[in-house]
């Protein structure tokens, strides 16, 4: 003979038999259990994404590091440079 074992779960610190459980129960238990794994999921993607972000600002930092900074004086007044939202096509 084969011994059927009873499958116990803890809820708010009082253990449960599942097979005491009426269906409603048992759903709403599998809804918990899957949104419990989705958000750890979640959290998990959120912190790959954190980090590329932050290496693609590091990356972008070191790119600008040479440049001078928006509005040095290098380009010289009445250069040939367009100004802002000046038209520039051939029309």
């Known amino acids: 003979m084969t011994e059927k074992k009873t499958q116990v779960i803890t809820i708010n610190e009082k253990e449960y038999n599942v097979d005491d459980l009426t269906e409603e129960q048992k759903v709403l238990i599998n809804h918990i259990t899957d949104l419990d794994r989705k958000i750890g999921s ?3 993607n959120l912190d790959q994404l954190s980090v590329g972000r932050e290496a693609f600002a590091n990356m972008l ?3 600008l590091d040479p440049k001078e900074p928006v509005g040095s004086s290098r ?3 009445g250069s040939d440079f367009p100004e ?3 038209d ?3 029309s």
């Open 84 to 86: 802002p939202n000046e």
């Open 61 to 63: 930092n070191k790119a």
């Open 75 to 77: 380009v010289e007044e």
């Open 88 to 90: 520039v096509s051939d």
């Open 42 to 44: 979640t959290k998990f």
